[in-house]
C-alpha cells in the first residue's frame, strides 16, 4: 500500500523553482531516500510534504486522501524531525517528550509513560530529567527523533538525521533508525551522505536542481549504472599458465590479469560463476575467492549527476 | 476534544517558561509602582490615587501583554521551535490562541496588581468592578494581539523591542489617560481615536471615576472589532510569511 504519493510537486519561490514537479512514491513499511547537495529541493519537499510550506503546483495524498489543500488534515499521522533539533530548551527531556505527545493530542497518562518508554529505548533514561539545553548535539538529536515518535505516526520524515554530529552518536542514530524502520515505521528519509542512504534506504531518489534524475532500489540503481558484469577471480597459481586455454574455452570473456594470481574477467552478459570455477579447478589453480565486482552507489551517483561527493559534503557541512 | 489537550499545554508551557518567571512577576509589581510614583514627583499638586488608578491599570496591561508576546514568539521562530507547533495538526487559529492566552492572563493579573496597591491607599467604593473586569479583559486581548501583529511583522527579536514601542509610547500619551482627549489638539485627535486603548481607558474611567466620554458600549464594539481584525491580520501574515 502507498503511504505517500507525490504527482508533479512544485514548489516556485519569487519566480525561482525550488522543486520541479517531482513525482514519487512511498510503500507501507518501506524507508525511502532523498539523496541531493544542498540546496537540491530535498527540504523544500519535505516542507511540502508536511505542510510548512505551500505546494505550488502538482499534488499530495495520503494513504490515498489528497491533502494538497489541506495538509492540517494528514499531520497528525506524520512524525517530522527537522534537520535542527529545535525542542524547547528550558524543558527537561521528559517534558519535551510529554509536551510533543500533548501537540498531537495524547492524555496525560499516555504520553508520560510513552516517554519513559522512548528515553529507555534511546539510551536518555538518565537524561530524561535533565533540561534540553544541558543536553551533547547527538543526545539533542536522539530527543528530537523520540519526539517526532511519541505519537507513533504512519510516516516519518528525517531530514538531515546525523548531520553535523559526531560518528559515534550518528552511528547509534542510524541503528535507531534501522530498529524503527524494522519495526514496521515508513520512513522518508533525506540526507547528503551517500553511504548513509546506500546502508539504510531500500529505496532512493536522486535530487538535484529540484529534480529527480533517478529512482530505484539500491540494486536497480547500481545495475543501470553497470556497464559490464565483473568478477574477481583469486587463484592459487598463475593465471598466466592457463591463458591460452581460458581464451579457447571462454571466447566470449575478456580478462585483465590484476597479479599472478589474480584475475578480473569481463563479460557483457551475466555470469554463471560454476563452469569458471570448475575450470580453474581442472587446470590445476583452485579458487579461494570469486568476488562479483558491482560499482558503488557513490559511482552511480557521480555518474548520473555530475557530482563530486566530497565538494557536496564539504558544502553541507560548511567546510 | 484532542485539540484542546494541545491548546492546554501549550498555554500551561507558555506561562511556566515565561509568564511565571521572577524577572515578569517583579516586573508586574514594579511598573505600577514605578508610574504611580512618577505622577506623585511629578505633580505640583496632591495627585488622587484613584484618578492615577485607570492610567496604570491600562499601561500595566499594555506594557505587560505586548512586551512578552511579542519576544517570545519571535525567539521561537528563531530557534525553529515554533515549526514544531505549525507542524501539529492543530488549526492555525487555535494555535494562535494558545500562544496568545497566556499573554492575556499575565495582562488580566498585572492590571489588578495597581488595584491592590490602591486599595490600601484609598476607597475604591462605587466602583463598577463588572465594567473593570470586563475593560481589563478587552484591553488585554487587544494588546496582546497588538504583540501578535508585532511578532508576526518582525523577524528579530531586537526588532520586536523597537516596533513594540513604536506603537506604545504614542499610545501613552494619545489614549486620553493623561491629557484628556479634548485638550489635545484638533490634528492628533484623530490619532487618538484609532487607538484601541483610548477606548479600553475610556472604559476604565468610567467605571472607576465616572469621567469616561465615549458611550461604553460603543467602546466594548470598538475594542472587539479592534482585537478581531489584529488577530485576523496576524493569522493572515502568518499564513502568508511562515508557511512559505
Given at each position: 500500500m502507498r503511504i505517500i504519493e507525490a504527482e508533479n510537486l512544485t514548489k516556485k519561490y519569487n519566480g525561482f523553482t525550488a522543486v520541479d514537479g517531482v513525482n514519487f512514491h512511498i510503500n507501507r513499511g518501506e524507508l525511502f531516500g532523498f539523496l541531493g547537495p544542498n540546496g537540491a529541493g530535498k527540504t523544500t519537499t519535505i516542507n511540502m510534504l508536511t505542510g510548512l510550506a505551500r505546494i505550488s503546483g502538482g499534488r499530495v495524498k495520503l494513504m490515498g486522501d489528497d491533502y494538497t489543500r489541506n495538509p492540517k488534515k494528514a499531520q497528525a499521522l506524520m512524525g517530522i524531525i527537522p534537520d535542527e533539533s529545535n525542542l524547547y530548551e528550558e524543558l527537561s527531556g521528559r517534558e519535551n517528550l510529554s509536551f510533543c505527545g500533548a501537540l498531537y493530542g495524547m492524555d496525560k497518562k499516555n504520553r508520560e509513560e510513552r516517554a519513559d518508554q522512548l528515553l529507555?529505548?534511546?539510551?536518555?533514561e538518565e537524561a530524561g530529567s535533565k533540561s534540553f539545553k544541558a543536553y551533547s548535539k547527538g543526545m539533542k538529536r536522539k530527543l528530537t527523533i523520540a519526539a517526532g515518535i511519541i505519537h507513533e505516526p504512519e510516516i516519518l520524515f528525517l531530514d538531515e538525521p546525523t548531520t553535523g554530529i559526531d560518528v559515534a552518536f550518528a552511528r547509534q542514530i542510524r541503528s535507531l533508525i534501522t530498529n524503527l524502520h524494522e519495526k514496521g515505521t515508513t520512513?522518508?528519509?533525506?540526507?547528503?551522505y551517500i553511504e548513509e542512504a546506500e546502508r539504510l534506504c531500500e529505496r532512493i531518489a536522486f535530487i538535484v536542481g529540484g529534480k529527480i534524475v533517478r529512482e530505484g532500489t539500491v540494486s536497480e540503481l547500481m545495475a543501470e549504472a553497470q556497464e559490464e558484469n565483473l568478477v574477481n577471480f583469486a587463484l592459487e597459481g598463475d593465471f598466466s599458465l592457463v591463458e591460452e586455454d581460458f581464451r579457447k574455452n571462454f571466447p566470449d570473456y575478456d580478462f585483465t590479469k590484476m597479479k599472478n594470481n589474480e584475475v578480473r574477467i569481463h563479460s557483457p552478459n551475466a555470469f554463471?560463476?560454476?563452469?569458471?570455477?570448475s575450470f580453474f579447478e581442472k587446470k590445476g589453480l583452485p579458487v579461494y575467492e570469486a568476488k562479483i565486482i558491482r560499482p558503488s552507489l557513490e559511482e552511480v551517483f557521480v555518474k548520473v549527476t555530475g557530482i563530486e561527493l566530497k565538494k557536496m559534503k564539504n558544502q553541507k557541512e560548511g567546510n | 476534544m484532542k485539540a484542546w489537550i494541545a491548546f492546554l499545554n501549550i498555554l500551561m508551557k507558555d506561562m511556566?517558561?515565561?509568564y511565571l518567571k521572577p524577572p515578569n512577576i517583579s516586573w508586574g509589581l514594579i511598573f505600577p509602582v514605578a508610574w504611580t510614583l512618577m505622577f506623585f514627583l511629578r505633580s505640583p499638586v496632591a495627585v488622587e490615587v484613584r484618578d492615577l488608578l485607570p492610567g496604570v491599570m491600562a499601561l500595566s496591561i499594555l506594557f505587560g501583554t505586548?512586551?512578552?508576546?511579542a519576544v517570545t514568539?519571535?525567539?521561537e521562530r528563531k530557534s525553529r521551535s515554533f515549526e514544531r507547533l505549525l507542524l501539529a495538526?492543530?488549526?492555525?487559529?487555535?494555535?494562535m490562541l494558545a500562544k496568545t492566552a497566556g499573554a492575556i492572563i499575565f495582562g488580566v493579573?498585572?492590571?489588578?496588581?495597581?488595584?491592590?496597591?490602591?486599595?490600601?491607599?484609598?476607597s475604591l467604593s462605587g466602583t463598577n468592578w463588572l465594567m473593570v473586569f470586563g475593560s481589563v479583559v478587552f484591553i488585554a486581548v487587544t494588546s496582546t494581539f497588538l504583540g501578535l501583529f508585532i511578532a508576526v511583522s518582525v523577524s528579530q527579536v531586537f526588532e520586536a523591542q523597537t516596533f513594540s514601542n513604536f506603537f506604545r509610547f504614542p499610545m501613552i500619551f494619545l489614549c486620553g489617560l493623561f491629557i484628556p482627549l479634548q485638550d489635545l489638539p484638533v490634528f492628533l485627535q484623530p490619532v487618538s481615536y484609532a487607538l484601541p486603548l483610548t477606548y479600553g481607558a475610556d472604559i476604565l474611567k468610567t467605571a472607576i471615576n465616572d469621567n469616561g466620554i465615549i458611550s461604553v458600549p460603543l467602546s466594548f464594539l470598538l475594542l472587539a472589532a479592534f482585537s478581531a481584525l489584529l488577530f485576523a491580520y496576524s493569522i493572515y501574515n502568518v499564513n502568508r510569511k511562515w508557511i512559505h
Open positions: 529507555h529505548q534511546f539510551g536518555l520512513i522518508f528519509l533525506t540526507t547528503h554463471t560463476l560454476l563452469p569458471l570455477v | 511556566r517558561s515565561y505586548t512586551s512578552m508576546l514568539i519571535t525567539f495538526p492543530i488549526s492555525l487559529n487555535l494555535l493579573v498585572n492590571a489588578f496588581v495597581p488595584v491592590i496597591f490602591a486599595g490600601f491607599m484609598t
